[in-house]
């Protein structure tokens, strides 16, 4: 959920920094290069930290992933070692049963 929700965040500040940007146009035209500096530095801050909660989101999450398949491919394994050994396995009948 982190590694989507990242960069949705950062989208959001980075749409929020141009608006900021064009109504400081809007207002002081564009000579006010502090007002438009401020905002596009507001809007690459905010993108910049849906990068850092997405990137580590999106690594920790595969690399999960990936350690599960491997359990579970390792399993799989065991368990058709143990199918194949079981085939090999003579079963007594009910006379020999009866007789002990």
Excluded: K
Aim: aromatic share 4%; charged share 10%.
């Amino acid at each position: 959920m982190c590694s989507n929700l990242g960069p949705s965040l950062g989208l959001l500040g980075t749409v929020q920094g141009m608006i900021l940007t064009f109504q400081a146009l809007a207002s002081g035209g564009a000579g006010d290069a502090a007002a438009l500096a401020s905002s596009i530095g507001q809007a690459l801050w905010t993108t910049a930290g849906g990068l850092v909660v997405s990137i580590p989101s999106i690594t920790a999450f595969y690399s999960l992933r990936n350690n599960a398949n491997r359990l579970i491919l390792r399993m799989t394994a065991v368990t058709m070692e143990f199918l194949n050994g079981l085939r090999n396995v003579s079963v007594e009948g009910e006379e020999a049963v009866a007789e002990a």
